[in-house]
T-cell receptor, first 118, second 111 residues
């Protein structure tokens, strides 16, 4: 089974701190994604990456950056955390969209990281 | 991507079939119907997807109407562990980066 592992389930940080959220997948997927989930707003895409060192902005990239130095690892960085970044953060991976028939286009999600910024 | 409409909540008795409807009247010809679910405090989980034919896997069945304007996800024998929010999504094949989750349907399986 595909496994997407997020480094921390719960974090509490203070305003202005730098925060790293790590995500690792073990199925050699090309695509990786970072979402945040807030009540009433559904899942919103922050950034995605379709290859090592490649990244593209999603719908809400402001205040975030990402790093993908290795294929299996995709990190989300909050340079200076703010209270409005308190949220559930979800990492996901998928096979390359233009791949063979067995590429279902489905996303595999991690368990989520609940970040509280005080 | 086409918008979907789902009922906000449904109940189902344990052991019975759960039928979750979804309307997607503006779906275009190259858009697939995907279903995901999210159990409380976990990440979303892919269930099934289809284009125009009915589909079945080990988790569920997907019935898509002939005009493709609506679909139904069927959990044949619901268990308490199926209690979750179920999301119906339409998107173009392989465009996972456009995947967006709306409010979904909160399914509660009752003992």
């Amino acid at each position: 089974d595909v496994k997407v592992t997020q480094s921390s389930r719960y974090l509490v940080k203070r305003t202005g701190e730098k925060v790293f959220l790590e995500c690792v997948q073990d199925m050699d997927h090309e695509n990786m994604f970072w979402y945040r989930q807030d009540p009433g707003l559904g899942l919103r895409l922050i950034y995605f990456s379709y290859d090592v060192k490649m990244k593209e902005k999603g719908d809400i990239p402001e205040g975030y950056s990402v790093s993908r130095e290795k294929k299996e690892r995709f990190s989300l960085i909050l340079e200076s955390a703010s209270t409005n970044q308190t949220s559930m953060y979800l990492c996901a991976s998928s096979l390359w969209a233009g791949g063979p028939v067995e590429d279902t286009g489905e996303l595999f999600f991690g368990e989520g990281s609940r970040l509280t910024v005080l | 991507d086409a918008k979907t409409t789902q009922p906000p909540s449904m109940d189902c008795a344990e052991g019975r079939a759960a039928n979750l409807p979804c309307n997607h009247s503006t779906i275009s010809g190259n858009e697939y119907v995907y279903w995901y679910r999210q159990i409380h405090s976990q990440g979303p989980q892919y269930i099934i997807h289809g284009l125009k034919n009915n589909e079945t896997n080990e988790m569920a069945s997907l019935i898509i109407t002939e005009d493709r304007k609506s679909s139904t996800l069927i959990l044949p024998h619901a268990t308490l562990r199926d209690t979750a929010v179920y999301y119906c999504i339409v998107l173009i094949w392989g465009s996972a980066r456009q995947l967006t989750f709306g409010s979904g349907t909160q399914l509660t399986v009752l003992p």
